[in-house]
């Protein structure tokens, strides 16, 4: 087990850049979430994927939100034209559900976001 | 819907003290309970969780929580603190017990805890 891994850890970017965001969860999970936190505040929901099927969106994920898991395994989080306010510690955590086993989530270390 | 109520954004406590970190909850569905622990410019890390088995429930780091339904409350303690407990730690109740959005959290806004020597 070695953990969900994000990257990258830190990215700065000027307004109106895109950026894009990695996620590798834990090899047997089959179930991916991404999260976002904000200075001071506790996580907010943003998505979730179960395999490659992307199940559920947060009306926080705005049009220029996208979010992949093509192949059931790493995901993608896509943020297009960035702003200011987007600026946020991106999280994402895996779990395994289902067969009678609903496993609590484990969570990356977060990719920070500054948006200048 | 799913709610979650940190009580004290800061508490603070001497090495050896007890710790008491409140958390009511609002669910419209038999709840899932958690408590996670996040360290500076880390992700979350499980504590503990409660899932419709026994009331009273142990996790890692000498943490417990008590689920109290009547209370609506899911308090998390400690005997005795150490330096090493010093960080932020947020309550989160699952948007469905059980169900389909079972890892859709909803976290409240967290509790800073402070471990003075």
């Known amino acids: 087990d070695t953990g969900v891994s994000q990257n990258p850890r830190h990215k700065i970017t000027k307004r109106g850049q895109n950026v894009t965001f990695r996620c590798d969860p834990i090899?047997?999970?089959?179930?991916l979430y991404w999260y976002r936190q904000t200075l001071g505040q506790g996580p907010e929901f943003l998505t979730y994927?179960?395999?490659?099927?992307?199940l559920e969106k947060s009306r926080l994920l705005s049009d220029r939100f996208s979010a992949e898991r093509p192949k059931g395994s790493f995901s993608t989080l896509e943020i297009q034209r960035t702003e200011q306010g987007d600026s946020a510690m991106y999280l994402c955590a895996s779990s395994r559900w289902g067969a009678g086993e609903n496993s609590p989530l484990h969570f990356g270390n977060g990719t920070r976001l500054t948006v200048t | 819907a799913q709610s979650v109520t940190q009580l004290g954004s800061h508490v603070s406590v001497s090495e050896g003290a007890l710790v008491l970190l409140r958390c009511n909850y609002s669910?419209?569905?038999?709840?899932?309970l958690f408590w996670y622990v996040q360290y500076p410019n880390q992700g979350l890390q499980l504590l503990l969780k409660y899932t419709s088995a026994a009331t009273l429930v142990k996790g890692i780091n000498g943490f417990e929580a008590e689920f109290k339904k009547s209370e609506t409350s899911f308090h998390l303690t400690k005997p005795s603190a150490h330096m090493s407990d010093a960080a932020e730690y947020f309550c989160a109740v699952s948007g469905d017990a059980g169900g389909t959005s079972y890892g859709k959290l909803t976290f409240g806004q967290g509790t800073i805890l402070t471990v003075h020597p």
């Open positions: 669910s419209s569905v038999p709840p899932y």
């Open positions: 994927f179960q395999n490659e099927a992307q």
């Open positions: 090899s047997e999970h089959n179930r």
